[in-house]
C-alpha cells in the first residue's frame, strides 16, 4: 500500500495531535494547622513553577487536588495557544533547619 503525501499529512497530524507528553512539576505540600484553636488540619500544595496552588484534609488528597488543578491548566493553555511552561530545577532539596533563639525578658507572648 502506497500513502500518498496527503495520506501521510492527515496520518501525521491526528498523531500529533493525540500524542501525549509527560511534564514534570515541582510539588510542594506543607501542612497548616489553625492556631491556637483545634480546627482541622489541611494540607496546602503548590506548584512555584506554575503558580497554582490547592489544598486536601491529607496528603494525598493534596496531591490529588493539584494534579488535577495542573492538568487542567495545562490543558487551557493549550487550547489557547499558549506556551507550557517547563520545570527546570529538576533537583530540589527540601529540608529544615533549626534555629535556636533566646526570647529577652521584655518579651513575653501572649
Same mark, same amino acid.
Given at each position: 500500500?502506497?500513502?500518498?503525501?496527503? /495520506?501521510? =499529512?492527515?496520518?501525521?497530524?491526528?498523531?500529533?495531535?493525540?500524542? =501525549?507528553?509527560?511534564?514534570?512539576? =515541582?510539588?510542594?505540600?506543607?501542612?497548616?494547622?489553625?492556631?491556637?484553636?483545634?480546627?482541622?488540619?489541611?494540607?496546602?500544595?503548590?506548584?512555584?513553577?506554575?503558580?497554582?496552588? @490547592? +489544598?486536601?484534609?491529607?496528603? @494525598?488528597?493534596?496531591?490529588?487536588?493539584?494534579?488535577?488543578? /495542573?492538568? +487542567?491548566?495545562?490543558?487551557?493553555?493549550?487550547?489557547?495557544?499558549?506556551?507550557?511552561?517547563?520545570?527546570? @530545577?529538576?533537583?530540589?532539596?527540601?529540608?529544615?533547619?533549626?534555629?535556636?533563639?533566646?526570647?529577652?525578658? =521584655? +518579651?513575653?507572648?501572649?
Amino acid at each position: 500500500m502506497c500513502l500518498t503525501p496527503e /495520506i501521510a =499529512r492527515r496520518v501525521s497530524t491526528l498523531y500529533t495531535a493525540n500524542m =501525549r507528553q509527560i511534564h514534570n512539576y =515541582r510539588v510542594v505540600v506543607e501542612r497548616e494547622t489553625r492556631a491556637g484553636k483545634k480546627g482541622p488540619t489541611v494540607y496546602n500544595a503548590y506548584c512555584p513553577t506554575l503558580g497554582l496552588a @490547592d +489544598f486536601g484534609a491529607t496528603i @494525598d488528597a493534596a496531591v490529588a487536588n493539584i494534579t488535577k488543578l /495542573i492538568s +487542567f491548566h495545562l490543558e487551557s493553555l493549550a487550547v489557547l495557544g499558549r506556551r507550557i511552561p517547563e520545570e527546570h @530545577d529538576a533537583t530540589t532539596v527540601v529540608t529544615s533547619v533549626a534555629i535556636p533563639f533566646v526570647v529577652p525578658r =521584655r +518579651f513575653t507572648y501572649a
